[in-house]
């Protein structure tokens, strides 16, 4: 690794622990460069302001989980399959990637005027579309799930954040028998 892609690496490692922390409004560029044992004009050099940092922190991290999530989701005349694949999809990335799902999660929590939720905004808009698409093909096969399109992936998706938070909580473990779990308790509303 070269000086300057290690400085780069560490300033976006320390502003992760800080973001995921403290939320993007609880964090000063002093601070951001400080955690990385730069200077300011060393941050600015590589992103431009905290912004930028923010920015390429969820480009290089969240934006890989909506590529995998694309594919999870993809509908193929098996509900309980796709269901299990999404829920994979999302465990996998919220254990890979647990800074980076707190960090989003305080993004959509927050303001819709602060900076961290405009950037979170798209990302978030597809990652719903993506599941509220699965529902509406989803209800070629399962009539009684049209018209619930939007709200069949909202719902899903608080339950698997629910899941998540409890272990992240350590009251979860995320095996194979917490997807059956989630995919029967949210089934079964789905279906009935």
């Known amino acids: 690794m070269t000086e300057k892609s290690s400085t780069r690496e560490a300033i976006l490692a320390g502003a992760l622990d800080l973001f995921a922390d403290r939320g993007y409004s609880g964090v000063g560029v002093e601070e951001l460069a400080a955690s990385a044992g730069v200077t300011k004009p060393t941050l600015y050099h590589y992103f431009g302001n905290k912004q930028g940092v923010f920015e390429a922190l969820v480009a290089e991290r969240y934006d890989p989980f909506l590529d995998e999530l694309a594919i999870a989701a993809g509908y193929q005349g098996d509900l309980p399959l796709t269901l299990t694949r999404v829920v994979h999809a999302f465990f996998g990335f919220g254990t890979r990637e647990e800074k980076i799902f707190r960090m989003g999660l305080a993004a959509e929590l927050t303001a819709r005027d602060n900076i961290s939720a405009q950037v979170m905004a798209p990302r978030l808009e597809r990652q719903h579309a993506m599941l509220t698409e ?57 279906y009935s």
């Not at 608080?158 to 949210?186: K, M, N, P, S």
């Open 134 to 190: 699965l529902f509406v093909q989803a209800a070629r096969d399962h009539g009684n799930m049209r018209g619930k399109h939007r709200l069949a992936a909202a719902t899903l998706n608080a339950t698997i954040v629910a899941y998540l938070r409890l272990a992240a909580d350590g009251d979860l473990v995320l095996d194979d028998a917490a997807v059956w779990q989630l995919i029967q308790q949210f089934s079964y509303g789905i």
